[in-house]
């Protein structure tokens, strides 16, 4: 890839948030992370809900030279009740994000579903709120994930909620390949 | 890219819709032709707003053999009350997805930012529908974009709202490279 022009880089260093009951949030940080890269950014994302590799987006992802999916972090069924292990896994994810993020190596640093581990009192908001302010400037950070907390939302500058207005799985229709992982 | 199983095929066929004032729609459809395209689907994205072709969605999926962009349709910046041209290109880019989609050639089609057109009376929502009832079975089709008419959304399978929770365009931060386009 070429190298990005710091023209770019000089306005990167904003939060998003993509949160909510509806579908698209994972899918809308894979497309953000596809237009970056396409720019020639350095892009991450960090699934803290995804431990296996068996998915469309980590195929594709191996074909995009400065794209790169980490699947750490825990399974999505876990217990709402929090297990020390759920937490201790939630703690090493959130440490080596913070390792990934401050490595100065990224442009975007997404973290898939983190939101839902602060929904579960794996994570406290104020934990991750702080290692997102000692983050080198321009680099520009997205959280996504259901039951995002109010602080993430006040610190954060640009927050998306998807509203679930209707969806197959009501009929019937259960997760495919291609389409929904 | 290697053949894709009779059994992904095989269940595809459903209508999404992504539509609401939040920001993602696009970049949701992005994200999800990625996850395909590394399934090794067909997959193509008409944009019935964008004629050019500056954007980071289209540097990256020139890397990607199974995923076209087409660029098609109105600027931006039309008017509200529709012209004669207006309304003569969003039907000539109609017609032609209807020609893709009937091709055979594709597995999933995005026709991105269409709700748009028709939410500003270019398009009518039954001829849409008309062009999506005759599709070959077991092509998946999504319809992106604000405003998206009722009739639409009864017909769909899947509908998103992305509701604009906060948006840093209101503090003066102007669409940037990378991340916004």
Tied chains: 1, 2.
């Excluded at 949160?19 to 020639?40: D, E, I, N, Q, V």
């Excluded at 997102?132 to 907390?149: F, Q």
């Excluded at 909620?161 to 929904?180: C, N, Q, T, W, Y």
């Amino acid at each position: 890839m070429s190298k990005v022009s710091p023209e770019i880089k000089k306005e990167l260093g904003l939060v998003h948030v993509y949160t909510g009951p509806g579908k698209g949030k994972t899918t809308a940080c894979l497309g953000l992370a596809f237009r970056a890269s396409g720019r020639g950014l350095e892009v991450l994302m960090i699934q803290f809900l995804k431990p296996s590799e068996n998915y469309g987006e980590h195929l594709a992802a191996e074909r995009i030279p400065n794209f790169t999916i980490l699947p750490l972090g825990l399974d999505h069924m876990v217990s709402k009740v929090p297990r020390d292990i759920d937490i201790r896994i939630a703690k090493e994810t959130l440490q080596r994000a913070k390792e990934e993020i401050y490595s100065g190596k990224y442009d975007l640093v997404i973290l898939d579903e983190i939101n839902n581990t602060m929904d579960w009192k794996l994570l406290d908001p104020e934990e991750v709120i702080g290692v997102l302010k000692g983050r080198p400037k321009n680099v520009e950070i997205v959280l996504s994930g259901r039951g995002a907390p109010k602080k993430i939302i006040e610190y954060a500058d640009l927050v998306t909620e998807m509203g679930l207005i209707k969806h197959p799985f009501d009929k019937g229709v259960s997760a495919r390949k291609g389409i929904e992982y």
